[in-house]
């Protein structure tokens, strides 16, 4: 009797988890028919020239962390999230990026960067350079420089920006600009003797000196702009936040003694006087506002630093002063560190936060002249499961213990990470801590100090003119290639002009301009 009783509960239980909408086949059938009609629509393929780009890029942004992060922003809505939709979501072309790097299976963000912003596989760890450079060794770069879609787009005449809430001289935005043999050389402070010797140039410095004319620097990293040892302007009594430039230098001012005559170069550190700026009257912005990467969207001083969404406001307001058109590299660099550290709730705030820019983005420009493009450098070993029913809390608990230890264990785990916890010689029941904590760190498979990347294939979200190019499963190298075709930058060109583009359309055309010549 009683297993009847709790086996007609559950029943009743999971029935009132379906909304009564669902309940009824016609609710499907007609979403499914405009869904549909959206599809039919796309037939018409848009060819316009891509005045603007955007690329929105997600570290670590896996297609598990898509799917949890939409859960996530739904339920942060109150409602379910298993039907929510994210703005990258309503994207109408989506493909697959197979992320290797060029001597690893499971890649780093260093050598992915070059692939999807230079358009050229690399090694492990270096930024901007091809696979002929050895990671750690200067003397192999000279000669192996690759340019990136923010360079072509610069030589055409456009604005460019690098907006981040990571440091600016980190993976990701480092191959925008820069070509190193090491990630991780943000200042000379960072560099062996024997690349300073070999005359190597630590990131920080090419940032300044490689393409002077970057309208929109926005993100963290102060403390690589400035001498060793100088106090931190926001943080002056911890030693951490100091300055680490060996040369003495102030980058900084490097960066506004680099700019022409007649033009106003503003540099900022706090998010009032960003947010205060008159941008009509600003031609170059450099915004600083962490002497490393920057606060986690949870923990962030809403007073101090701009949020993500606050920074791709003002960089698209700034860049779209340019009558010729922008690029613009936005990256949600701290999905990858949420997840590297085994705090799913950091990592996935942070993929909603910069959906939230892709939201504002798209209310800031058209479909009609700009490609907008989402997609991760690589994914995470990062999964949720346990059979949890609909609208089960993101973060919360599997609705089964372990048929094998007898506990509960979250729907959250990660494959390998510093999750990995025995207490008393079993691992550790979870109904025990703040499993919903910030900074709650999910159980791991295997301990490691670091959670790794995985190795899986990730989304590419496309919308805007040439969008459809974006199909099917792409290397990452492909995706600079297809944005530059779109907006007639970089060296494939030949289609650019009116004819080449009646060419292309020419297929579309033909059967039309058959009738009419039978009409004649």
């Not at 028919?33 to 393929?45: C, G, K, V």
């Not at 970057?214 to 403390?223: A, N, T, Y």
């Not at 936060?353 to 800031?364: N, T, Y």
Request: aromatic fraction near 6%.
């Amino acid at each position: 009797m009683k297993a009847f009783l709790l086996t007609l509960l559950a029943q009743l239980c999971l029935a009132s988890l379906v909304p009564e909408n669902e309940k009824d086949p016609e609710y499907w059938r007609q979403q499914a028919q405009e869904t549909l009609r959206d599809a039919l629509r796309l037939q018409h393929l848009n060819q316009n020239v891509a005045k603007n780009l955007i690329l929105f890029l997600g570290d670590g942004m896996g297609v598990s962390t898509v799917t949890a992060a939409r859960i996530l922003k739904g339920q942060l809505q109150n409602r379910k999230g298993e039907e929510s939709l994210l703005e990258m979501d309503k994207f109408p072309y989506v493909a697959l990026a197979k992320t290797y790097n060029t001597n690893a299976q499971v890649p780093d963000s260093a050598g992915t960067a070059t692939a999807y912003l230079c358009g050229v596989k690399a090694n492990e760890g270096t930024v901007g350079v091809s696979a002929g450079v050895t990671r750690d060794r200067c003397n192999t770069t000279k000669g192996q420089e690759v340019t990136s879609i923010l360079r072509w787009a610069k030589d055409e005449g456009k604005a460019v920006g690098i907006v981040t809430t990571t440091r600016v001289t980190h993976a990701t935005p480092s191959a925008a600009y820069a070509h190193s043999a090491n990630r991780d050389w943000y200042s000379d402070g960072e560099m062996p003797p024997d690349a300073l010797e070999g005359g190597c140039r630590d990131i920080a410095r090419q940032l300044v000196e490689n393409i002077p004319d970057i309208e929109v620097i926005l993100g963290g990293g102060r403390k690589y702009m400035f001498p060793k040892n100088a106090s931190d302007v926001e943080y002056p009594q911890e030693e951490k936040h100091r300055g680490t430039r060996l040369d003495r230098r102030d980058l900084v001012q490097a960066w506004h003694d680099t700019k022409p005559p007649g033009k106003v170069a503003k540099y900022v550190w706090h998010r009032r006087d960003l947010l205060a700026l008159n941008l009509s009257r600003v031609d170059f912005l450099l915004g600083l506002f962490e002497p490393g990467d920057m606060v986690y969207e949870l923990d962030r001083n809403n007073e101090t630093d701009p949020s993500l969404t606050e920074m791709v406001a003002v960089a698209i307001r700034m860049l779209q002063k340019n009558p010729r058109g922008f690029f613009l590299l936005v990256e949600g660099g701290r999905i990858d560190h949420g997840h590297h550290e085994g705090k799913a709730k950091q990592a996935l705030h942070e993929a909603v936060e910069l959906d939230r820019a892709i939201g504002l983005a798209a209310r800031l420009t058209s479909p009609q002249d700009t490609l907008s493009v989402v997609t991760a450098d690589h994914s995470h070993v990062f999964t949720f499961g346990g059979y949890t029913p609909r609208g089960n809390p993101i973060f919360g608990l599997a609705p089964m213990q372990s048929d094998v230890d007898r506990k509960p264990f979250t729907s959250i785990l990660y494959g390998n990470g510093p999750g990995y916890k025995i207490v008393g010689g079993e691992r550790e029941n979870v109904s025990a801590v703040d499993f919903a904590h910030a900074n709650y760190q999910a159980q791991s498979a295997v301990p490691l100090r670091q959670e790794t990347h995985g190795g899986e294939d990730v989304a590419v979200f496309a919308r805007g003119p040439m969008a459809h190019l974006l199909h099917g499963v792409h290397e990452q190298n492909y995706i600079p290639h297809a944005m530059a075709y779109a907006a007639c930058i970089g060296p494939n060109r030949a289609h650019c002009n009116a004819a080449g583009r009646a060419a292309a359309a020419s297929p579309l055309l033909l059967p039309f301009l058959t009738l009419l010549l039978l009409l004649c």
